[in-house]
């Protein structure tokens, strides 16, 4: 099979090619799917899990990719809940072979059926952004009606999904983002937008949810009221508001969450934004985002409904 691989480090997005790779073996308790869309984190080829497995051990060359959606083409020993050729989509596991390849082999408890009527660049565009999105406001939050919240890149794949399930739950919405952004994160329905430049304008938040980190990270702090919270994807806090929390987490798998959110998608309540749809051999491209856009960049593997 074609597979996105990677073996040095070093080289970074540099590293990253199109190559021929054996057909995935379905453990216990695994599916293969035949990938027809596949996401990723630009990010990922810094986490130590695209380096070695869990014992520590070197596996390269790696296949990056952790969001999927496709059709099961195999079962694995004991696997039950999923059917061969069934449409799924879902999280492949962060310490083995992605998703940017033909097939690959994922935890059956990691993937939830997706719809007929959802697209596969659509189901691509939901596992991480949409279970960071809920997992981050609901899970670690406890957003509730009447709070509001300050979502940072809210017109990226995350924030943009953040805006409208905290708009959906009755939440004030001010997302950031450069300028160019505004209309875009207006239309996703938050009640007002800052530059990212100028925060404070924001005023003081019960809840600020950060994917950026950094200097942003530092900034959003005094925004928080007594007893509010920030939540980051970005990197462990060293700081935390006065009278509040910080919490940093990493999204994880969750049939039921990805559920809730395909229901929503096929309700017409929640939009996800797919800025680029591109093919398999041009993923080290889009990798290096040598072409910003907003939202979510999918990469299509597969031309097969």
């Known amino acids: 099979m074609q597979a996105i691989t990677v073996r040095d480090q070093e080289a970074g997005v540099a590293g990253l090619t199109l190559a021929e790779l054996p057909h995935p ?5 695994d599916v293969i799917v035949r990938v027809h869309a596949a996401g990723f984190t630009p990010g990922e080829l ?3 899990a695209t380096w070695t497995d869990r014992a520590g051990r070197d596996r390269t060359p790696s296949v990056p990719g952790h969001e999927l959606s496709g059709v099961v083409a195999e079962l694995g020993y004991g696997t039950t809940g999923l059917s061969v050729g069934q449409r799924v989509f879902g999280l492949a596991d962060w310490a083995r072979d992605g998703s940017l390849a033909e097939y690959t082999a994922v935890e059956a408890r990691n993937l939830a059926p997706l719809p007929a009527d959802l697209d ?3 189901g691509a565009a939901l596992p991480i952004s949409g279970l960071t999105a809920w997992q981050g406001l609901f899970d670690h939050a406890e957003l509730a009606a009447g709070q509001t919240v300050l979502v940072h890149g809210a017109a990226g794949g995350v924030g943009s999904l953040a805006v409208q399930l905290a708009r959906e739950v009755g939440a004030h919405v001010i997302g950031s983002g450069r300028a160019a952004d505004r209309d875009l994160v207006l239309g996703l329905g938050a009640n007002a937008f800052v530059d990212t430049a100028a925060l404070e304008a924001a005023g003081q938040v019960d809840l600020v949810f950060d994917v950026i980190g950094g200097e942003v990270y530092d900034r959003s ?3 928080v009221r007594r007893g509010g919270t920030v939540v980051t994807i970005a990197a462990p806090p060293e700081t935390q508001p006065a009278g509040g929390r910080a919490v940093f987490f990493v999204v994880e798998p ?3 969450q990805l559920t809730e959110v395909a229901q929503r998608v096929r309700d017409g309540r929640l939009k996800p934004i797919v800025g680029a749809v591109r093919p398999l051999a041009e993923a080290p491209d889009a990798f290096a985002r040598r072409h910003r856009v ?4 999918i990469i299509q ?3 097969e409904v």
């Open 46 to 48: 810094d986490w130590p």
């Open 221 to 223: 702090i005094p925004l």
């Open 301 to 303: 593997v597969s031309d």
């Open 254 to 256: 969750n049939r039921a």
């Open 120 to 122: 596969h660049t659509v």
């Open 25 to 29: 073996h379905a453990a216990e308790n």
């Open 294 to 297: 907003a939202g979510k960049t």
